[in-house]
T-cell receptor, first 111, second 114 residues
Framework: DVKVTQSSRYLVKRTGEKVFLECVQD?????MFWYRQDPGLGLRLIYF???????EKGDIPEGYSVSREKKERFSLILESASTNQTSMYLC??????????FGPGTRLTVT | DQQVKQNSPSLSVQEGRISILNCDYT??????FLWYKKYPAEGPTFLIS?????DKNEDGRFTVFLNKSAKHLSLHIVPSQPGDSAVYFC?????????????FGKGTHLIIQP
């Protein structure tokens, strides 16, 4: 079974803090993704990566950056957390351009 | 502009009956569609998919129908069970889109009533 793990299930941070969300997959997938899920807005793509050290902006990249130094690990960075970044963050990986496998999510609250 | 639309935020169905979740799309370049199921505090899990070369795909209690001319797909669950209560997301992509992510709808919260 594909396993995608995320470093924290719940996280509380203060406004202005730098926040790191980590994601690891164990299936040697080329592609990895970060989404956020908000009520009434569905899942929105923040960033994705199709190879080590490669990254592309998704639909809502503002306020975020990413890092992919190793194939299995994809990190999402909030440079200076703001309250409007309170959300559920979901990481996914994919072996191709179709089905994606999601991690359990990180519920981030910024106060 | 929302390219994948799920116009029903919620749907309530009696246990044992058929659940029909609908999804419309606007981008005619989409050629692959997926349904994901999501429980609270968990990540979405893949349910079923369909390629645009087909009009139906079935997997146990789940069937997805695709009407390309209407740019519409639907997920049928029969019979509905209490464990089917979850949020269902419709997603789409097109083969020429490279490795970028799926385009998701906003989701439909399915509630199965005993």
């Amino acid at each position: 079974d594909v396993k995608v793990t995320q470093s924290s299930r719940y996280l509380v941070k203060r406004t202005g803090e730098k926040v790191f969300l980590e994601c690891v997959q164990d299936m040697d997938h080329e592609n990895m993704f970060w989404y956020r899920q908000d009520p009434g807005l569905g899942l929105r793509l923040i960033y994705f990566s199709y190879d080590v050290k490669m990254k592309e902006k998704g639909d809502i990249p503002e306020g975020y950056s990413v890092s992919r130094e190793k194939k299995e690990r994809f990190s999402l960075i909030l440079e200076s957390a703001s309250t409007n970044q309170t959300s559920m963050y979901l990481c996914a990986s994919s072996p191709d351009y179709y089905e994606q496998y999601f991690g359990p999510g990180t519920r981030l609250t910024v106060t | 502009d929302q390219q994948v639309k799920q116009n029903s935020p919620s749907l309530s169905v009696q246990e044992g009956r058929i659940s029909i979740l609908n999804c419309d799309y606007t981008n005619s370049m989409f050629d692959y569609f997926l349904w994901y199921k999501k429980y609270p505090a968990e990540g979405p899990t893949f349910l079923i998919s369909i390629s645009s070369i087909k009009d139906k795909n079935e997997d146990g209690r789940f069937t997805v129908f695709l009407n390309k001319s209407a740019k519409h797909l639907s997920l049928h669950i029969v019979p509905s069970q209490p464990g089917d209560s979850a949020v269902y997301f419709c997603a789409a992509r097109y083969s020429g889109g490279g490795a970028d992510g799926l385009t998701f709808g906003k989701g439909t919260h399915l509630i199965i009533q005993p």
